[in-house]
């Protein structure tokens, strides 16, 4: 498997069996898949292998990686391409899907809460604080401006109707590209190292360094993440908050008043600022998503059935090693607050 170095599993792993001992809303699956014949076997099993008809609606199992085994970088460089690339984008649509869908419960909660307001009530404590907390994040204000929030209901609504133009779902299609780009299939060195899928930059002494950086453009690095998932989030945080992809969000916007999907490959020309090769960048993401056929994830839909996770070893004694420290680490109940970090919900 990819995206999660195997040091890191006994983190990961504690948090997933605090996550099936205190959260029934999940299911009580997670699945240590050894080799790469065995994981194929076992997507096989789920119907999520080979080539999905363009014609048909999409349905993926609500699996989330949460970890891969430590023979990943080596066993891709041996693997068929085809198969390399199928593995990836199989592994990564359910994570990015996830996030949309975490995506449309925070514009439904912002929806009820203008609702409630252009009703001529005011907002609980509970839904103000979660307002104040949500806007920092998207760069609409401040912390501190955040926590003056709610003296006006005008005031109120203006952030809203911000917060619902910033914030809204990423086509699949979309992220699965520039995932597969940015990270060379989960291969590079940043992938590898800090899950760090999409090259999102960070400043100062926190991140990864490149081996060669370029002084003329600071001290920069890319950051790094606990695991896959958070990675997706902060990629979506950020095209959603940061002002290079203004443009991004206007396109996004401009198809949602049209009553248009939103397509993968008209939204790539809202990116040009991603890269510092600018349109070149854009055409080259976008001959990817074309090539891979990837704008059929974006009408994809989750199946019905819970979520279970995929922890990932690199042979069988591996596998059985992990399946011990999960069994261990779920009888325990200790690390509730690592679950509640993930934030899944």
């Known amino acids: 498997m990819f995206l999660c170095r195997i040091v890191s599993t006994v983190l990961v792993v504690a948090a997933l069996a605090v996550a099936l001992v205190s959260r029934p809303a999940f ?3 997670i699945v240590v898949l050894g080799s790469m014949d065995q ?6 099993a789920r119907n999520w292998w080979g080539e999905e008809s363009r014609d048909t609606q999409l349905t993926v199992p609500h699996a989330m990686l949460a970890a891969y085994g430590s023979t990943w970088p080596s066993d891709a460089q041996v693997m068929l391409v085809a198969d390399k690339k199928e593995l990836f984008y199989r592994m990564m649509l359910p994570l990015i899907m996830h996030a949309n869908v975490m995506v449309v ?3 439904a909660k912002l929806d009820s809460y203008r609702a409630q307001l252009t009703g001529g009530k005011s907002l609980s404590a509970e839904s103000l604080a979660d307002l104040r907390e949500l806007v920092p994040l998207l760069r609409i204000t401040d912390t501190e401006s955040a926590a003056t929030l709610g003296s006006s209901p005008d005031e109120l ?3 809203i109707d911000k917060a619902l133009y910033r914030l809204d779902i990423i086509p699949p299609g979309l992220a699965l590209g520039q995932a597969a780009y940015e990270s060379g299939y989960g291969t ?6 800090g899950n760090a899928l999409f090259g999102q930059w960070t400043y100062g002494d926190q991140g990864m ?5 370029r002084q003329e453009l600071g001290q920069y690095g890319i950051a790094a993440f606990s695991w896959p998932f958070d990675s997706v989030r902060g990629y979506f945080l950020n095209l959603s908050s940061h002002p290079a992809y203004e443009e991004f969000r206007r396109l996004r916007a401009t198809l949602r008043a049209e009553g248009k999907p939103l397509s993968s490959l008209v939204l790539a020309d809202g990116l040009v600022r991603y890269s510092e090769r600018g349109q070149e960048y854009v055409d080259a993401l976008k001959a990817m998503i074309r090539v891979n056929n990837l704008e059929i994830a974006d009408g994809a839909t989750f199946r019905d059935e819970p979520v279970s996770f995929i922890v990932g070893a690199g042979d069988d004694a591996e596998a059985d090693r992990v399946r011990g420290e999960i069994d261990k680490l779920g009888a325990s109940g200790e690390l509730a607050a690592i679950i509640d970090s993930m934030k899944l919900e």
């Open 157 to 159: 609504l203006e952030v």
């Open 188 to 193: 590079s060195r940043f992938a590898v190292q």
């Open 39 to 44: 994981t194929i076997d076992w997507l096989k």
């Open 105 to 107: 419960a925070e514009r």
């Open 209 to 213: 360094k490149p081996l060669q950086q």
């Open 27 to 29: 299911s009580q699956e």
